[in-house]
């Protein structure tokens, strides 16, 4: 009696950390520390390069699907100027060379990134009802920003 109770314990703890996950295996906690967490500049770049390592830790590219993922990939090209490769226009196609560009951009412009900076361009993808005057306004800012970076 006391076995199958702790068999079917363990089953249910199985079950629950199943449901705390995404759809690309990632535990959803981590995600939102990665793209949410905008007051750490280095744990949001690092978090999802780390992330994106461990999927092509055996392949030479990988498709992203994760959201917050993707978020973040289109905020450094952004950033950067640097392409990323698109399979469709909402999958992103990345390889380890491109990973290590990645990489080095940070590196360089590890220092001329604040949290505000980032901030203000992930806010850009969240920019919807705006007049165009301030939209403008704001695009011009962040291209300003943009010719900081090496």
Same mark, same amino acid.
């Not at 992103?92 to 560009?101: M, T």
């Given at each position: 009696m006391?076995?199958?109770?702790?068999?079917?314990?363990?089953?249910l703890?199985?079950q629950?950390?199943?449901?705390?996950q !995404?759809?690309?295996?990632? #535990?959803?906690?981590? *995600? %939102?520390?990665c793209?949410?967490?905008i007051? /750490?500049?280095d744990?949001?770049?690092?978090?999802?390069?780390?992330?994106?390592?461990?999927?092509?830790a055996?392949?030479?590219?990988?498709?992203?699907?994760?959201?917050?993922?993707?978020?973040?990939?289109?905020?450094?090209?952004?950033?950067?100027?640097n392409?990323?490769?698109?399979?469709?226009?909402? !999958?992103f196609?990345?390889? #380890?060379?491109?990973? *290590? %560009?990645?990489?080095?951009?940070?590196d360089? /412009?590890?220092?001329?990134?604040?949290p505000?900076?980032l901030?203000?361009?992930?806010?850009r993808?969240?920019l919807y009802?705006v007049d165009?005057q301030?939209?403008?306004?704001?695009?011009?800012?962040?291209?300003?920003?943009?010719?900081?970076?090496?």
């Amino acid at each position: 009696m006391m076995k199958s109770i702790i068999l079917l314990l363990v089953f249910l703890l199985c079950q629950l950390n199943s449901y705390s996950q !995404d759809i690309d295996g990632y #535990k959803i906690a981590d *995600s %939102i520390v990665c793209s949410k967490n905008i007051y /750490n500049v280095d744990s949001v770049f690092k978090c999802n390069i780390k992330k994106i390592k461990k999927k092509l830790a055996f392949k030479n590219k990988i498709r992203i699907k994760d959201p917050n993922t993707k978020e973040f990939l289109s905020v450094y090209i952004d950033m950067s100027g640097n392409n990323i490769p698109f399979d469709t226009p909402y !999958d992103f196609i990345v390889s #380890k060379e491109e990973l *290590s %560009i990645l990489e080095n951009w940070y590196d360089r /412009n590890r220092n001329n990134i604040t949290p505000e900076i980032l901030h203000d361009f992930y806010m850009r993808y969240y920019l919807y009802y705006v007049d165009d005057q301030d939209y403008e306004k704001f695009v011009n800012k962040l291209n300003v920003i943009r010719n900081l970076f090496k």
